[in-house]
């Protein structure tokens, strides 16, 4: 399967714990992009790459979100001294750049369960 | 701001009845309008989408859509539904700032 990949797929941490999450996207797309959604809520944007470069951050990520993607090509989200309320679902998409018109390919998801 | 707003949470359905799915966004200008589905277990993936051209789209598996500009909204439609359709769906819009701006989702259960 060549999709976009993500993991952990499920991941429980004590609060105060960081964790850090990666994606893989499909090898030829140079957009990655990170959501986050809660459940009965649609996917809420975090923050974007191109190549290397994070373009924009999303107000909803506070100090103890990281993301980065140092080569271009895969991604991590680290999450440090996490709260009950980061418990969500981690997306991970990417794209071609075509301007306005490119479709997200979506991977399956990271799970953060905060105690 | 912009917001997408998905009118039921819920639908239950049972098989061949004919379906529709309300979307309606706030955002004046262009906007780039896409529905995507979530079936059980599985990823987010692209049902159909609309840029420009013809208002009425056609997606996969026989769904369609129709962007209705002077009513903000891009309904989401099949003729008749299988039990396979059983999933979650969500509306989303690009505006200004390139950023898909989701709804809530709806969740579709098809009786067989």
């Known amino acids: 399967d060549t999709g976009v990949s993500q993991n952990p797929r499920h991941k429980i941490t004590k609060r105060g714990q960081n964790v850090t999450f990666r994606c893989d996207p499909i090898?030829?797309?140079?957009?990655l992009y990170w959501y986050r959604q809660t459940l009965g809520q649609g996917p809420e944007f975090l923050t974007y790459?191109?190549?290397?470069?994070?373009?924009?951050k999303s107000r909803l990520l506070s100090d103890r979100f990281s993301a980065e993607r140092p080569k271009g090509s895969f991604s991590t989200l680290e999450i440090q001294r996490t709260e009950q309320g980061d418990s969500a679902m981690y997306l991970c998409?990417?794209?071609?750049?075509?301007?306005?018109?490119?479709?997200?390919?979506f991977g399956e998801g990271s799970r953060l369960t905060v105690l | 701001a912009q917001s997408v707003s998905q009118h039921n949470h819920h639908v239950i359905l049972s098989e061949a009845a004919s379906l529709e799915l309300g979307c309606n966004y706030s955002?004046?200008?262009?906007?780039?309008l896409f529905w995507y589905v979530q079936y059980p277990g599985q990823h987010l993936q692209l049902l159909l989408k609309?840029?420009?051209?013809d208002p009425l789209v056609k997606g996969i598996k026989g769904f369609e859509a129709e962007f209705i500009k002077s009513k903000f909204s891009f309904n989401l439609r099949k003729p008749s539904v299988q039990w396979s359709d059983t999933a979650e769906y969500f509306c989303?819009?690009?505006?200004?700032?390139?950023?898909?701006?989701w709804g809530a989702g709806t969740k579709l259960i098809i009786k067989p």
């Open positions: 998409a990417s794209s071609l750049n075509s301007g306005n018109t490119g479709e997200l390919f």
């Open positions: 090898s030829e797309h140079n957009r």
């Open positions: 989303a819009v690009r505006g200004s700032n390139y950023q898909l701006i």
């Open positions: 609309y840029f420009s051209g």
């Open positions: 790459f191109q190549n290397e470069a994070q373009l924009e």
């Open positions: 955002y004046g200008g262009t906007v780039n």
